[in-house]
């Protein structure tokens, strides 16, 4: 539905409007000579759907991020959305009978519709990929949806923080804000949203192309929140949020490109529990190839570690995620570097989705002190160890007064790279072919998912194109995680030994 010229709104730049499906940002609003009438330049979401960089026969009209995001569209082929209660009155009278049925889960948290007669009893509202764009009449949301708890406005028509205010503020019980493939212009003076958002506990802003810097601006908006998902964002490096977020339990910076020692910044947040650190790019733990004792130490190997210290500063953290990052020890065993993370982080419970049991625990903080015994006594360890020493194992000492000091038959010497030591015994199955047994082989960490199909095309004579394959962890019974992509490796998926991974084919 698209609108007339003289219907096109006076502060139409910056807006957000749709066409042919596709979302984009107006960048421009009037005449683009030679051609008559008037016409909207616009910056899309997906610069695939573009044509240049806001230029025309030499003129520059407006700017692009992608020299290829823009187009020049007629008024009368966009929407500049609708406001909230017609969105909701055009989501829930499609299917009323299915849409109340539904199990609503945000935040590990779940909702029923239940028994609902009007929009005054919804707990819920979602309306992810409509063309809202505006709260509509002052006061009307407060009255025909007051009951609101969670939000749902992901990749919405929505322009700006302050549009979003005007929506929130009408909901005096919204707990939950997800605003994630949103492009929101940031506001001038964000204390002055903050009783918009005064209840907030938990708000998703994933790709959203937002910056730290960004999200600490927004922050004095939320004074109440524990729950901030920001994945898949522009987040590089990560400043410190000096008495902001103070409040924040859970925080997952999952597919943002980090800059590593930039991590540190977030011992300022003092109720962190859970940290989700999955595909962030974190390099690789690899233990220094000098033996024991020399100080030509990899000063990456030292800057991966000191993270990891500084993480087990933070006094209530006590979940983290860091999946799809290399993670591995020079002996190529993922389960090294777990162990390695389980025996320095010792507040930690929860690692990687799957709970640290007290056994588990007590090998791996074993197996620490023996991995570094030989290190630990000639810096000193039986009087009082180095300052190096301490600074780069912190724990290593309570450890020691845990359980005892190593003995040297005990110590472990590194072990050189081996391809023995990297492969994993994988057992494939065929949920679809009750006839046919389950394999099991021994493939390196290493291997990438494309070879593992090409050798389950000549086990099998099914086209490597038509397989699917899935994973299970006895640490996680009753997951199935998904291998989605044939170019990663089997220890990017953090599959391990003796998992199973489940083969089907269309």
């Given at each position: 539905m698209?609108?007339?010229?003289?219907?096109?709104?006076?502060?139409?730049?910056g807006?957000?409007?749709s066409c042919g499906?596709?979302r984009?940002?107006?960048?421009?609003?009037?005449?683009?000579?030679?051609t008559?009438?008037l016409w909207l330049g616009?910056e899309?979401?997906?610069?695939?759907?573009?044509k240049?960089d806001?230029s025309h026969?030499?003129?520059?009209y407006f700017?692009?991020?992608?020299p290829t995001?823009g187009?020049f569209v007629r008024?009368?082929?966009?929407?500049?959305?609708v406001d909230?209660l017609?969105?909701?009155?055009?989501?829930y009278?499609?299917?009323s009978?299915?849409v109340?049925?539904?199990?609503i889960?945000?935040s590990?948290?779940?909702?029923k519709?239940g028994n609902i007669?009007?929009f005054?009893?919804?707990?819920?509202?979602?309306?992810s990929r409509s063309?809202v764009?505006?709260?509509?009449?002052d006061?009307?949301?407060?009255?025909t949806?007051?009951?609101v708890?969670?939000?749902?406005?992901?990749g919405?028509l929505?322009?700006c923080?302050?549009d979003?205010?005007?929506?929130?503020q009408?909901l005096?019980r919204?707990?939950?804000?997800q605003?994630s493939?949103?492009?929101l212009?940031?506001?001038?003076?964000?204390?002055?949203?903050?009783h918009?958002f005064?209840?907030l506990?938990?708000?998703?802003l994933?790709?959203c192309q937002?910056?730290w810097?960004?999200?600490?601006e927004?922050?004095?908006m939320w004074p109440?929140l524990?729950?901030l998902?920001?994945?898949e964002?522009s987040?590089t490096?990560?400043?410190?949020p000096?008495?902001?977020?103070?409040s924040l339990?859970?925080?997952?910076?999952s597919?943002n490109?980090?800059?590593?020692?930039?991590?540190?910044?977030?011992?300022a947040?003092?109720r962190?529990e859970?940290?989700n650190l999955?595909?962030?790019?974190?390099?690789v733990?690899?233990?220094?190839?000098?033996a024991?004792g020399n100080?030509?130490?990899?000063?990456l190997t030292a800057?991966?570690w000191?993270?990891?210290?500084e993480?087990?500063?933070?006094p209530s953290?006590?979940r983290?995620s860091?999946?799809?990052n290399k993670?591995?020890?020079r002996?190529?065993?993922?389960k090294?570097a777990?162990?390695?993370?389980?025996a320095?982080?010792?507040?930690l419970?929860?690692?990687?989705s799957c709970?640290?049991?007290?056994?588990?625990?007590?090998?791996?903080?074993l197996?620490y002190?023996?991995m570094?015994g030989e290190e630990?006594?000639k810096?000193g360890?039986?009087s009082q160890?180095?300052?190096q020493?301490i600074?780069e194992?912190p724990r290593?000492?309570?450890?020691?007064?845990k359980?005892?000091?190593?003995e040297e038959?005990e110590?472990?010497?590194?072990?050189?790279?081996?391809?023995k030591?990297?492969?994993?015994k994988?057992?494939f199955?065929?949920?679809?072919?009750a006839?046919?047994?389950?394999?099991e082989k021994?493939?390196p960490?290493?291997?990438v998912?494309?070879?593992?199909?090409?050798?389950l095309y000549?086990l099998l004579?099914v086209?490597a194109a038509?397989l699917?394959?899935?994973?299970t962890?006895?640490k996680?019974v009753?997951?199935?995680?998904?291998?989605?992509?044939d170019?990663k490796?089997l220890?990017?998926?953090?599959?391990?030994d003796?998992?199973?991974?489940l083969v089907r084919?269309s």
């Open positions: 698209g609108v007339d010229e003289a219907e096109v709104p006076v502060d139409a730049v807006k957000r409007v499906g596709e984009a940002t107006v960048r421009y609003f009037g005449p683009v000579p030679p008559a009438g616009v899309w979401d997906n610069p695939d759907r573009g240049h806001g026969e030499g003129v520059q700017t692009c991020r992608h995001g187009s008024p009368a082929k966009v929407s500049f959305g909230y017609t969105a909701v009155r055009q989501e009278k499609i299917d009978e299915e109340l049925s539904e199990e889960s945000i590990k948290k779940k909702l519709w007669k009007d005054e009893s919804l707990p819920s509202v979602l309306l063309d764009s505006w709260s509509g009449a006061g009307e949301i407060r009255t949806t007051p009951n708890e969670w939000l749902d406005l992901t919405t929505m322009s923080w302050e979003v205010a005007t929506i929130s009408q005096d919204l707990e939950g804000l605003l493939y949103n492009r212009r940031l506001p001038p003076d964000p204390s002055a949203l903050r918009a005064s209840a506990k938990v708000v998703v994933n790709g937002l910056t810097p960004q999200i600490l927004c922050a004095p109440q524990e729950d998902c920001v994945e964002n987040i490096e990560l400043q410190r000096e008495g902001l977020l103070q339990k859970s925080l997952s910076l597919s490109p980090l800059v590593q020692d930039s991590v540190l910044s977030l011992s947040l003092p962190l859970q940290l999955s595909k962030t790019g974190l390099s733990i690899q233990f220094e190839d000098a024991p100080d030509t130490v990899s000063s800057s991966v000191f993270v990891v210290n993480l087990a500063k933070l953290l006590v983290l860091c999946r799809g993670l591995v020890s002996d190529g065993n993922p090294t777990n162990q390695m993370l389980i320095k982080l010792g507040q419970v929860v690692l990687n709970e640290i049991h007290a056994d588990d625990r007590r090998g791996a903080e197996d002190i023996k570094f630990w006594l810096a360890g039986r160890p180095s300052p020493f600074c194992h290593y000492q309570a450890l020691i007064s359980y005892g000091a190593p038959g110590l472990r010497k590194p072990e050189p790279f081996a391809l030591n990297q492969l994993l994988i057992t199955v065929f949920p679809d072919d006839n046919r047994k389950p394999l021994k493939l960490a290493s291997m998912v494309q070879k593992v199909k090409g050798l000549r004579k086209p038509d699917r394959l899935t994973y962890s006895p996680m009753g997951t199935e995680f998904e291998i989605d992509s170019l490796t220890q990017f998926y953090s599959i391990e003796g998992d199973q991974v084919w």
